[in-house]
């Protein structure tokens, strides 16, 4: 296996700007998740480094021989399609076999390696069998074991669960996971689910038209985002987000917002909140969320749009001001819609964004200057 180096890597259709100078590095034997909406580059991305599309600028590194003048077949990768691609004419030992056939691989050591990989994935007694004969997540393992099969430097993987159901899309993740760690395996992997990305990521590579905005751990990502589109992408139930103007209230700093809302900010968000241009975006996860059915002093009163209960915890949609916003309370919490509800944010949580530059607010830091091009945070 080898690593993997996006230097500078640019991809234009005319006027379009599909990527827009895209650097990351992906260590050898890391698994790395390009996730974002639908249009924002990641599978374009994916295309570039394995050679089906040619680059406009930058270059792409495979450990350190640069690859993006060679053709598809050269780079020594592996690619795991949406759609698995499998071969319905041929059985699953064929359709192991056939990229090492075209490398004029010897009988015997084609046979060794085909019925090495189908132990590894589990497939050993599917053999014999066509892909019709095969459930989605046999197919997806097939779809797997030809990559495999190969022995390539890296792995780049385009949405390969997206066409499972939502069981199998969850044992798949685990399987994966477990694939990546025993085989110690360099993996790009492009979806549009951020909890794919989250759950199976050593990083993520947030992207949004055609920008990497964030580089960075899960944990990193979720925790500190760098800035108002990753708070609210990364998470389910996305991050609320709430614009609101810094004020002072009885002597402290505050956020007031549209609606009649008002937040009293504790020593550190208050010095975050000063930094900023007057404008902000407060973001607070669902979790990090207090309600009551009864009037608490210095707490904001909203609406309860909703109940969700979900077996384990509760969701519950509310309205502040113009905002709604979604939180968890214990399973047993229970609501009539448009009745009275009092909400506090838990201030060791908050998130605060200049509403200006959508960039999150340091301690005490002032706020990035609006209008540059955004560049990805990396950590």
């Known amino acids: 296996m080898a690593g993997v180096t996006l230097r500078e890597v ?17 260590a050898d034997g890391e698994f790395v998740a390009l996730v974002g909406p639908s249009g924002c580059g990641k599978t374009t991305t994916l295309n570039l480094v394995a050679g089906l599309i040619d680059i406009t600028a930058g270059e792409i590194l495979l450990g350190d021989r640069a690859i993006n003048t060679l053709d598809p077949k050269d780079r020594d990768l592996a690619m795991v399609f949406q759609n698995y691609a499998l071969y319905p004419n041929k059985t699953v030992f064929e359709n192991l076999a056939f990229p090492l056939r075209m490398r004029k691989v010897a009988k ?34 097939v779809a797997l074991g030809r990559a495999l099969v190969r022995d390539p430097q890296a792995f780049l993987m385009d949405e390969p669960l997206s066409n499972l159901d939502a069981k ?30 989250v759950t199976m990521a050593d990083r993520i590579a947030v992207m949004h038209l055609g920008v990497l905005q964030q580089y960075a ?26 614009r609101g ?5 009885d002597g402290q700093a505050a956020i007031a917002g549209e609606g009649g809302w008002l937040l009293p900010l504790e020593a550190e968000p208050a010095r975050r909140a000063l930094s900023s241009s007057g404008q902000v975006v407060v973001g607070v996860r669902h979790g990090h969320m207090r309600l009551s059915l009864t009037p608490q002093a210095d707490w904001m009163e909203g609406r ?66 609006a209008g540059g091009r955004r560049e990805a945070a990396a950590v």
């Open 10 to 26: 640019t991809k234009t259709y005319g006027e379009v700007v599909a990527v827009d100078r895209v650097s990351l590095e992906v």
């Open 108 to 141: 015997p050591a084609l046979d060794e390696q085909v019925r090495r990989t189908a132990n590894v994935l589990s497939i050993d007694h599917l053999l014999d069998r066509h892909p019709r004969q095969l459930s989605g997540g046999q197919q997806q393992r």
């Open 168 to 197: 199998l899309r969850v044992q798949m993740r685990a399987e994966l996971k477990r694939f990546h760690l025993e085989l110690n395996a360099t993996v790009i992997y492009v979806t549009h689910d951020q909890l794919e990305a």
């Open 217 to 242: 751990t899960p944990d990193e990502i979720y925790n500190r985002p760098v800035n108002t589109f990753v708070a609210g992408f990364i998470g389910s139930p996305a991050m609320n987000l709430l």
């Open 245 to 249: 103007t810094v004020t002072t209230h």
């Open 304 to 369: 309860v749009y909703t109940v969700e209960p979900t077996g384990d915890l509760t969701f519950v949609h509310l309205k502040l001001g113009d905002h709604l916003l979604v939180a968890s309370d214990q399973a047993d919490f229970r609501a009539a819609p448009d009745a009275p509800i009092w909400i506090a944010f838990d201030q060791e949580h908050l998130h605060l964004f200049d509403a200006e530059t959508e960039l999150t607010l340091a301690d005490g830091a002032a706020p990035a200057r």
